[in-house]
């Protein structure tokens, strides 16, 4: 079964991993604002960012997305404006480096398409 904690009951290591009183957290970790609402579900394996990584406008609409292995962004990664506009789009590869990215002004009008070498 996957854990399921707040992040304030969370800490971090000398090595930055996250941990509870139970060791080092592998699951979820919920972040809330300060009216108790969900703002971010921040997934561990061993105290290490890995898996689904999501974040939310106070209002409820997304703010980005993406997935982490051992702590590196990979594969895709999205970020949204508060109106819930398309903010930018990023690719990683499996080491996580960003191979693209594209980004839009609030309008939806596309201000850059980036590849990068690796």
Not at 16 to 40: F, H, N, P, W
Not at 41 to 57: D, I, K, M, N
Request: hydrophobic content about 25%.
């Amino acid at each position: 079964m996957t854990m399921r904690i707040e992040y304030e009951d969370t800490y971090r290591d000398e090595d930055a991993r996250v941990l509870c009183e139970d060791g080092l957290v592998t699951g979820e970790v919920v972040s809330r604002d300060s009216e108790g609402r969900i703002i971010a579900l921040t997934s561990y394996h061993e105290g290490v960012p890995s898996g689904p990584q999501t974040a939310w406008y106070a209002d409820g609409t997304k703010k980005r997305e993406g997935l982490t292995r051992y702590g590196q962004a990979v594969g895709d990664w999205r970020k949204w404006y508060p109106n819930g506009q398309l903010a930018e789009h990023s690719v990683f590869n499996e080491q996580g480096r960003r191979v693209r990215r594209q980004k839009w002004d609030k309008d939806g009008n596309l201000t850059e398409d980036k590849s990068f070498t690796v």
